[in-house]
């Protein structure tokens, strides 16, 4: 029997929200679980796990993939949409080569246009017995408070249906830090009861056993499981316009769907609560015959997974680099994946220059149309970046100034010929600075034609540099992408600047 890692955030082990998942997975494989603390101490022992499984599967934890593909095994990557939609295009790419099960359409779409494996799945609970479906003789509602920074409060609630409802209940338990305790007037047309936690699952399902009607607290979810139940229930379910609520819900066929960003309500539902209701349920009722259906697919598809092809890297350093990155801020994870763009590029199976272009960072429309003689180097190996006519520039660059071109944003391009072929080691020499406003010193990586030739950092006085690589990295017609790790305005000067160039020369290793 094959054996499946299954790699989670360690709030599943009191949610248990994954174990769906892992319970069909258990029909046909050996599954060892490991749940990492999420912005937590990174537990290195995941490595020596993963060595020791056929495949390994990452349960909402999508930014690790490069890290399981570079070491060379099958990798199954569940992303949710509610953490992951916001995710660059990068993010993406560096995981292209893994196999997606994709709980959202959108998702499902935007990983299947990038070039991967996706498998869409929609996700049921088991339905209510028919003779336990709610009556709607009175509208009771239930709303948990959870995300009422996102706009989705007991207020709006209130203005979106108070005047239908005979009583709402209210959890007040948000997922963030602050007061947010509802303000409750004293005219409402409903009786208003409250709670302030739930000592177990069971107490949460006893108080929606007292409801017909149920407001999804969240602008987007993952999978959606609290909304599935209400609906699984018979619950009139009443979910912002956003997946995965719209791509469940289908508004006034199987529920309502409203948009926060508009003025709330009021909604009349009392005429067709009992209706939606009843139709919500039919849906979980055929969506579960249809979920229980596709297990054999599921398990198929990992079995049928190719190896992954291994990467010459440092695992241990890049499993470190991308968790801190990750967990520090979007800014620091999104400069990891700009710093390490060469390995992403062979992880995806694709060339350098492909992903730059799908990232939109570069924009070399019409220099491919200049002929080879325009861009070959000097007969001394000089590649002047200064020069007037852009005889090498492709895009990312500023106009030239008196003594040097800034690359605006954080990556460009140069392109250039040989007159002569190099042999053996190849030394290069460049002249560079970083912009001041960037502190003191970024990192830059230098690419050649699809292999990483130079990393290291830029400070804002100018200097040389000096990397050799193989001559066999070169070709008759060459391109050079600068990638820098960030980039900013200048006082006074509207472009996005990183880094000043002055020349690059090229010579031969005696």
């Known amino acids: 029997m094959k054996k499946i890692l299954f790699v989670d955030h360690d709030f599943h082990k009191k949610t248990r929200s994954s174990d769906f998942f892992m319970d069909i997975l258990k029909k046909r494989f050996e599954v060892e679980l490991f749940y990492l603390v999420a912005d937590g101490h990174l537990d290195l022992g995941l490595l020596g796990a993963a060595e020791n499984a056929d495949a390994v599967v990452l349960w909402q934890m999508d930014f690790l993939a490069p890290v399981f593909l570079a070491q060379g095994k099958p990798t199954f990557v569940i ?244 968790w801190y990155s990750y967990y520090a801020s979007l800014a620091s994870y999104t400069a990891f994946l700009h710093r390490n763009i060469a390995l992403i590029a062979k992880l995806s199976d694709m060339p350098l220059s492909k992903v730059i272009e799908a990232l939109r960072l570069t924009d070399n429309s019409g220099f491919q149309e200049r002929g080879l003689q325009e861009r070959l180097l000097d007969d001394d190996g000089l590649l002047d970046v200064v020069r007037k006519n852009d005889k090498f520039i492709g895009g990312g660059w500023s106009g030239a100034e008196e003594e040097w071109r800034w690359v605006e944003g954080i990556a460009a391009d140069l392109h250039f010929a040989l007159p002569v072929p190099f042999r053996g080691q190849v030394k290069c020499r460049f002249f560079a600075a ?19 030739v130079f990393e290291g950092e830029l400070t804002p006085e100018w200097t040389w540099r000096d990397f050799t690589f193989n001559s066999n990295v070169l070709k008759i017609d060459n391109d050079l992408h600068l990638i820098l790790e960030n980039a900013a305005a200048p006082p006074g000067d509207k472009r996005i600047l990183s880094a000043a160039f002055h020349s690059f020369h090229f010579s031969q290793v005696e």
């Open 79 to 322: 992303p949710m949409y509610d953490g992951s939609n916001g995710m660059p295009e990068l993010h993406w790419l560096a995981a292209r080569g893994a196999r997606f099960f994709n709980f959202s359409l959108a998702l499902h779409e935007r990983t299947r246009m990038l070039g991967a494996e996706s498998l869409l799945l929609r996700y049921f609970p088991e339905p209510v017995d028919e003779s336990d479906l709610p009556r709607f003789d009175d509208l009771k509602g239930f709303f948990w408070q959870r995300r009422p920074d996102h706009g989705i409060d007991y207020a709006y609630v209130d203005k979106l249906i108070g005047k239908e409802l005979d009583s709402l209940h209210v959890h007040k338990v948000a997922d963030i830090v602050g007061d947010f305790t509802p303000q409750v007037r004293d005219d409402v047309p409903y009786h208003y009861t409250s709670s302030d936690w739930f000592a177990s699952k069971a107490e949460y399902r006893k108080q929606l056993d007292k409801a017909n009607i149920f407001v999804a607290p969240r602008c987007a979810e993952g999978i959606g499981m609290a909304l599935l139940e209400a609906m699984a229930r018979g619950m009139l379910v009443m979910a912002h316009d956003e997946p995965t609520n719209n791509e469940y819900v289908c508004s006034w066929v199987n529920g309502i769907l409203f948009n926060k960003h508009l003025p709330a309500g009021p909604v009349h539902i009392r005429s067709d609560a009992a209706r939606l209701g009843r139709m919500a349920w039919q849906t979980v009722v055929d969506g579960r015959r249809q979920w229980v259906s596709s297990y054999d697919a599921i398990l198929d598809w990992i079995e049928a997974a190719p190896d992954a092809k291994a990467v010459d890297v440092d695992i241990s350093s890049l499993l470190i680099d991308v």
């Open 434 to 452: 970083s912009l001041p406003q960037l502190g003191g010193s970024l990192h830059c990586a230098i690419v050649i034609n699809d292999v990483r």
